[in-house]
């Protein structure tokens, strides 16, 4: 920066000549008054609607939330109610067919006792006798010993060495 940067910087401003007001007759005047009052209550209007539809978008949203939060609160369901009475029938069904298992379980005790008495008779009857006189013959088979292979070789791979800074073969 020089010195006349810092010198025009410095410059006051011009001020600013006020402007004459442009003077009006009193029908203007009124006119005017009444184009303001006109507008005022438009504007109001306005404001009203806006306030009005705000409000019932917000009812709107509690009255979604409020659904929501009962529906996850009381959990009623025409399926869940439906659910609650196949599982007590189903408990009631449990218990009848455990006590038909008891009653049958004697009779089923009774069978199986006979059951075992006839197939012990059974594995009395049939004894045989097995013969270990004779002498088994056993065949020698020769096993030749498989010939053995050449061990092979590692192939060689390139690798870059960084050391020396070439490929080398590993």
């Known amino acids: ?5 810092i010198f025009e910087m410095e410059k006051p401003k011009p ?3 006020p402007r004459k007001k442009k003077e009006l007759t009193e029908e203007q ?5 009444e184009r303001l009052k ?4 438009t504007a109001l209007k306005n404001r009203q609607k806006k306030a009005l539809e705000k409000k019932i ?4 949203q509690d009255k979604a939330r409020d659904e929501k939060i009962a529906k996850h609160v009381l ?5 869940d109610e439906n659910l609650a009475e196949l599982k007590a029938d189903l408990k009631e ?3 009848e067919l455990k006590e038909m298992k008891k009653a049958k379980e004697p009779e089923k005790i009774e069978e199986i006792k006979i059951q075992i008495e006839e197939k012990k008779e059974e594995v009395k ?3 045989k006798k097995v013969d270990f006189d004779e002498e088994v013959k056993v065949k020698e088979i020769p096993i030749e010993k498989p010939a053995p292979t050449p061990p092979v070789p590692i192939p060689k791979r390139k690798v870059f060495n960084t050391k020396l800074g070439k490929f080398v073969y590993r």
Do not use: F
């Open 93 to 95: 069904l449990r218990a």
């Open 38 to 41: 006109k507008g005022r209550e």
């Open 1 to 5: 920066m020089s010195d006349t940067e």
């Open 29 to 33: 005047r009124e006119v005017l008054k």
């Open 125 to 127: 009857v049939v004894e």
């Open 57 to 60: 978008d917000r009812e709107e």
């Open 15 to 17: 001020e600013k000549k």
């Open 75 to 79: 959990k009623k369901n025409p399926v």
